[in-house]
């Protein structure tokens, strides 16, 4: 005999695959609520602040672009360039410093070797704040360990300036690109290398032809990472620089403590705003890069 299915057999069962999905959307909604009240709500006072001018003389308010072009200009616009070199700069060495070793780590023979490191680095990537700061100025400040050994405060060495800071920011960053690339390079497939070898290619051929075009996104997108990770530290240069190398997320403590000028609470909300900006231009050229290497990867 042939069965045959009927409304009354049909609409059961989707009834019940209806009831099957809707506990998953109630286990998403808790994260939901947090993500609008934890980031929803703050974002909303954001662009409310930065676009709220109040007149002096009158005490009235209005919706007015006056913040943001004061953000724009004078300190706020030179710290926000500083950020945007220091994340530069520590991003471009971060990279060419953390590809090799994590090539080291992924070719390596020893697998307690690789662990380590990347149980280090996972450790590293995470360590900053004061904590990071008192470390570095305990050993290379100006009375530090191994400035009074080495001596040098005589060769000119200052821990508290722009390249005393991208120093400190390679602590972390390094790590964090060794994490980040590691995956790409175990998905390095060896018959390219050996179909390469059998081509009669070099070491570095391979590299510069195969290896570096597939890895190239990888490289890319980890380098935005390290971008956007030292364009919004603040804790570290806050303890170590203080205000002797301009940062937009100082300007921003300065501006909502009234440090300065009293009443720029507003224009601090504009920065945060340029911030965001910037963020999701790193955002937007992250997530497309992450995409692509991952079907070459896959």
Known sequence: MTATLTRADVVPAASQKRRRRAPGWLAVLPLLVFTAVAFGLPAVAMLNGAFTVKDPATGATGYSGENLSASLKGAYLTALLGSVKLSAVTAALGALLGLPIAQAVVTSRFRGLREA???????????????????FVATLGNAGVLTRHFGLGGTGWNL???????????????PLMVLTITPALDGLRSQWREAAQNNGATNVQYWRHVALPVLLP?????????FGSAFAAYATAAAMVGSSVPLVTLQIADAISGNVLVGQENVALALSLDMVLVAGLVMAVYLPLQRRSARWLA
Request: charged letters at 0%; hydrophobic letters at 65%; proline letters at 2%.
């Open 117 to 135: 490191v990347l149980t280090a680095s996972g450790v590293l990537a995470n360590f900053g704040g004061v904590p990071l700061a008192f470390a």
């Open 218 to 226: 990888s490289l890319l997108g980890g380098l935005v990472l390290l």
């Open 160 to 174: 508290y300036s722009f390249w005393g800071l991208v120093l400190v920011y390679l602590y972390f960053l390094i």
